[in-house]
């Protein structure tokens, strides 16, 4: 997951203003760049980089495998709390030295700095000391291992340890992802009183951590709104001082210098990475390059690998298009081989470029002084990959990812316990589910997605006029998102009310609607006894409102008249409102055909794509570019698809398909279905990914 009188006066007069933010309206982007081939680079611990012989062992393993790589990142650490500055300067005398040696093999080589405020409590006896401000929770706990950005005495020492790796002179350099605001033991911060401070000089009102978080989980809703917002104002704030503080210092030695940011959802820090990005790239405008992350860290659970890259999907599509380095973690923490297969690793790249990324940032080996031929079946492994990666990027490079999202925004954290309970215990924001996982194209960014997908208080994010608006295009939402928006004065644009809620026993069964087609009285039981969650009954609203599930119980008796429906409002605006299991459980073939045949109609056939068949598939088709479109999809499954569809809107009769070794074979329409041409893909292994490009 960062001298005194003169400098305090100066501080506070530099953190009163917040650093200038650019209007969104100047950042359209006529022009995408094209990017030719994928980013690859490895992040590599001290243990392999300052022994000598090490790092040679190293270089001779890339070498062997010549391609796997383009690019070695060093990191200045290997524990998680900042490094004393006598620790970073005399690494970074043998980090100069191994930045040539790679250079004269080929490689571009950098310098990943680990701990710029720190991550937490580790190595806390070898690591920085002294007298500095750490991040400090509402509670008034602090993390030993991570400093608070804000304190001048740690910006000093930011400034210092920039200053020590840029005369290094390495190609470029990552700030790595303690720069945020949550760290280990404490949970969110930083409220130390400094910070208290400056949210005083920002909002005009003084607040000490007791009567913080009683106003930020107190009161009336809208007044916790407003104070969560600010809050998230104010961490976007301290964020862009220190990116601007990193800018310069680095700038002011090597004017030319790349800076890197990894990421993962910042929710809390106010996920302002567009201007986070034109903080980092100065005013000269230099080269930002972005690693956003997750956490997906073994194949025990696999399920995993399409969720990191759903989160990724989301990083990816607030970045300015002029960001052509976006490298995806692909970590294996704490890097025991046998946590993650060479195929899985090798996937999860792929899936993270199919999700937005241009490239990867393999950090898989060992931490340890140790021989690496453990690690050598994975390199072997990922040198067959390149050319694949390679074809992906150019086939999909950064255009944009076109299909349904799940509604997000900047703001989306201050949904989180917003009806009750403590803010800074605060759930992950955006709904996690698997409609994704049945071949539906995923999209992330909400400039006018095919569909928009609504929960529970995620439209407390937006305000009036954007809820509003929203309304006027194809929503699927879940009850307790119907509950709030008829609650908002907008009734007459969902069609349906919530009638009741029931705990136990309910069984949901398809009407004889023509979207649920040859499925009608087929019945979804996802057994409320065991997976908890309440089935609602809704109720028409409006004539034009129709039936597509109600709910039964165990004897048959019909219990609820509706329990999924749908309709279209005065504005155009296509809804269907799902009261069973809304986000789980999509997986029985007659839910799953269901769930395509309303997506279809929500968008009124702007679905740029989904899997026709019955499959576990995860999908990301971009914008069409020149009539052409490329998309990518992976069976995720431990079966094998047979005779995938894929429904494809487009104009051309025939599509390249590329397997995982590059192999192209050509696959010709079997029909059309509307806008739609018919692909039969014959056969994809288990856990494969296939890239599609339209002819
Ligand atoms: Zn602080």
Same mark, same amino acid.
């Given at each position: 997951m960062y001298r005194l009188i003169f400098i305090m006066a100066a501080f506070f007069l530099y953190c009163c203003s917040a650093p200038e933010r650019k209007d969104d309206t100047q950042k359209e982007i006529t022009g995408i760049p094209a990017v030719s081939k994928s980013s690859i680079s490895f992040r590599i611990a001290p243990a392999l980089s300052l022994p000598e012989s090490r790092f040679k062992e190293l270089l001779d393993l890339f070498d062997k495998y010549k391609g796997v790589t383009d690019e070695i990142t060093l990191f200045t650490n290997v524990t998680h709390a900042p490094l004393p500055l006598d620790s970073i300067r005399n690494?970074?005398?043998?980090?100069?030295?191994?930045?040539?040696?790679?250079?004269?093999?080929?490689?571009?080589?950098?310098?990943?700095?680990?701990?710029?405020?720190?991550?937490?409590?580790?190595?806390?006896?070898?690591?920085l000391q002294g007298v500095f401000?750490?991040?400090t929770n509402i509670e008034g706990q602090i993390s030993q291992g991570s400093l608070c950005?804000?304190?001048?005495?740690?910006?000093?020492? @930011?400034?210092?340890?920039?200053?020590?790796?840029?005369?290094?002179?390495?190609?470029?350099?990552?700030?790595? /992802?303690?720069?945020?605001?949550?760290?280990?033991?404490?949970?969110?911060?930083? *409220?130390?009183?400094?910070?208290?401070?400056i949210f005083k000089e920002e909002t005009g009102k003084e607040y000490n951590r007791d009567m913080l978080k009683k106003a930020l989980n107190t009161g009336g809703q809208k007044e916790k709104q407003e104070i969560r917002e600010k809050w998230l104002?104010?961490?976007?704030?301290?964020?862009?001082?220190?990116?601007?503080?990193?800018?310069?210092?680095?700038?002011?030695?090597?004017?030319?210098?790349?800076?890197?940011?990894?990421?993962?959802?910042?929710?809390?820090?106010?996920?302002?990475?567009?201007?986070?990005?034109?903080?980092?790239?100065?005013?000269?405008?230099?080269?930002?390059?972005?690693?956003?992350?997750?956490?997906?860290?073994?194949?025990?659970?696999?399920?995993?690998?399409?969720?990191?890259?759903h989160d990724i999907g989301r990083q990816v599509s607030l970045l300015p298009r002029h960001i052509t380095s976006i490298q995806s973690e692909i970590?294996?923490?704490? #890097?025991?081989?046998?946590?993650k297969a060479a195929g899985m690793v090798a996937l999860e790249a792929a899936s993270h470029i199919a999700a937005g990324c241009t490239g990867a940032a393999f950090n898989v080996f060992t931490m340890t002084d140790?021989?690496?031929?453990?690690?050598?079946?994975?390199?072997?492994?990922?040198?067959?990959?390149?050319? *694949? #990666?390679?074809?992906?990027?150019?086939?999909?490079?950064?255009?944009?990812?076109?299909?349904?999202?799940? *509604?997000?925004? =900047?703001?989306?954290?201050? %949904?989180?316990?917003?009806?009750?309970?403590?803010?800074?215990?605060?759930?992950?924001?955006?709904?996690?589910?698997? @409609?994704?996982?049945?071949?539906?194209?995923?999209?992330?960014s909400n400039k006018d997605p095919a569909v928009t997908m609504l929960s529970g208080n995620s439209i407390f994010a937006m305000s009036r006029e954007e809820i509003e608006k929203l309304l006027s295009t194809p929503v699927y939402m879940d009850a307790e998102a119907l509950q709030q928006i008829n609650d908002m004065g907008f009734g007459e644009l969902t069609g349906f009310e919530v009638v009741k809620s029931e705990d136990k026993d309910q069984i949901e069964k398809?009407?004889?609607?023509?979207?649920?087609?040859?499925?009608?009285?087929?019945?979804?039981?996802?057994r409320q006894s065991f997976y908890k969650s309440s089935a609602f009954t809704l109720k028409a609203t409006d004539n034009k409102a129709q039936s597509l599930s109600r709910l039964i119980d165990y004897s048959g008796k019909v219990t609820g008249v509706i329990a999924m429906g749908i309709f279209e409002n005065k504005k155009g605006g296509r809804i269907c409102v799902s009261g069973y299991y809304p986000w789980t459980f999509?997986?029985?073939?007659?839910?799953?055909?269901?769930?395509?045949?309303?997506?279809?109609?929500?968008?009124?056939?702007?679905?740029?794509?989904?899997?026709?068949? #019955?499959?576990?598939?995860?999908?990301?088709?971009?914008?069409?570019? /020149?009539? =052409? %479109?490329?998309?990518?999809? %992976?069976?995720?499954?431990?079966?094998?698809?047979?005779?995938?569809?894929?429904?494809?809107?487009?104009?051309?009769?025939? @599509?390249?398909?590329?397997?995982?070794?590059?192999?192209? %074979?050509?696959?010709s329409s079997s029909g059309t279905d509307g806008p739609y041409e018919k692909f039969i893909i014959p056969f994809v292994d288990p856990w494969q990914m296939r890239l599609v490009v339209t002819e």
């Open positions: 690494r970074s005398v043998i980090f100069k030295q191994r930045m040539e040696q790679a250079r004269a093999r080929g490689y571009r080589a950098g310098i990943n700095v680990l701990t710029t405020i720190g991550h937490h409590n580790e190595n806390l006896e070898n690591s401000e750490h991040i950005p804000n304190d001048p005495s740690v910006q000093e020492y @930011i400034k210092d340890q920039y200053r020590i790796v840029t005369e290094a002179k390495p190609d470029y350099i990552w700030i790595d /992802d303690d720069v945020r605001f949550g760290h280990m033991p404490v949970g969110l911060g930083c *409220f130390c009183n400094n910070c208290l401070r104002q104010h961490n976007r704030n301290t964020l862009s001082r220190l990116f601007k503080l990193i800018e310069e210092t680095v700038h002011s030695i090597q004017p030319e210098m790349p800076l890197g940011f990894m990421t993962g959802d910042r929710f809390f820090e106010g996920y302002d990475f567009d201007n986070w990005a034109d903080f980092l790239a100065g005013t000269a405008g230099k080269e930002v390059m972005w690693r956003p992350g997750g956490g997906y860290y073994t194949d025990f659970n696999n399920g995993g690998l399409a969720g990191k890259s970590e294996c923490f704490p #890097y025991q081989r046998l946590q140790e021989p690496l031929n453990e690690y050598e079946p994975l390199i072997a492994k990922l040198y067959t990959m390149r050319p *694949f #990666y390679d074809l992906m990027v150019k086939c999909l490079g950064r255009d944009s990812l076109s299909g349904i999202q799940t *509604f997000w925004n =900047k703001n989306s954290a201050v %949904t989180a316990n917003l009806v009750a309970g403590n803010w800074l215990d605060m759930p992950f924001p955006v709904t996690n589910h698997t @409609i994704y996982d049945i071949g539906m194209p995923a999209a992330y398809l009407t004889d609607h023509p979207l649920n087609k040859d499925f009608a009285g087929r019945e979804r039981d996802c999509q997986e029985n073939l007659s839910r799953s055909a269901q769930m395509k045949s309303v997506f279809r109609w929500l968008s009124g056939d702007r679905l740029p794509g989904y899997i026709g068949s #019955y499959h576990k598939i995860n999908l990301w088709v971009r914008e069409p570019v /020149d009539g =052409k %479109t490329a998309l990518a999809f %992976t069976n995720s499954s431990f079966d094998p698809a047979e005779n995938v569809t894929l429904m494809l809107r487009t104009k051309s009769k025939k @599509i390249r398909v590329y397997d995982m070794g590059a192999k192209e %074979t050509s696959v």
